[in-house]
């Protein structure tokens, strides 16, 4: 079973900022919170990973809260291209990749 | 190629029959990762390889499901007496081996539907 929850899904205006939050409160101190989305009919894409700073790339930023019980993953300023369903993820080295059911995120124009 | 390939992109195949997977992961990755998705659904694991074994096969289904990957590179999924309820996306990812926060990556998958 996923060790995470986020909504099932939410909608943001395109050219803002999309903030989407994810719960693991049973997080383990050597898991790592990965983010990936999928765009209809594509596999998986990597977003961002951390451990408990937080990090920035040229896709996103992930915030991670002190006590590392939940994260919001940041795109800037949300494209149509973003409308995606986004999965966060908790995992350890060697462990596979647990996917829930994810957040739908819908760019309106 | 610099992604994760997999072959074929789509898959019909009748009640019964025996298919094949393919996937090339990215070069140098060691780990690789077989996982299936139903429509609407998050991809659901199946199994884990580390090299040539399988580290975790927990997530395969029944005896139906078998996957290998002699040579450490190029894994093949195979099941028999393929069911109806079989029909789904495959995808394949793979990793770097030996780092403590990598990331894995994923192909396009293999659209496999059941008649």
Request: aromatic residues 10%.
């Amino acid at each position: 079973d996923a060790k995470t929850t986020q909504p099932p899904s939410m909608d943001c205006a395109e050219g803002r900022a999309a903030n989407l939050p994810c719960n693991h409160s049973t997080i383990s101190g050597n898991e790592y919170v990965y983010w990936y989305r999928q765009i209809h009919s594509q596999g998986p894409q990597y977003i961002i990973h951390g451990l408990k700073n937080n990090e920035t790339n040229e896709m996103a930023s992930l915030i991670i809260t002190e006590d590392r019980k939940s994260s919001t993953l940041i795109l800037p300023h949300a494209t149509l291209r973003d409308t995606a369903v986004y999965y966060c993820i908790v995992r350890a080295y060697g462990q596979n990749f647990v996917f829930g059911p994810g957040t739908r995120l819908s760019v309106l124009p | 190629g610099a992604g994760v390939s997999q072959t074929p992109s789509n898959k019909v195949t009748e009640k019964g029959k025996y298919v094949e997977l393919r996937c090339d992961p990215i070069s140098g990755h060691t780990a690789l990762y077989w996982y299936r998705q139903s429509l609407g659904q998050g991809p659901e694991f199946l199994i884990y390889f580390q090299g040539t074994g399988a580290a975790d096969d927990s997530g395969l289904p029944n005896d139906r499901f078998f996957a290998v990957r002699p040579e450490g590179s190029v894994s093949t999924l195979k099941i028999q007496r393929t069911e109806r309820g079989d029909s789904a996306v495959y995808l394949c990812a793979s990793s770097l081996r030996g780092q403590m926060n990598t990331e894995a990556f994923f192909g396009q998958g293999t659209r496999l539907t059941v008649v």
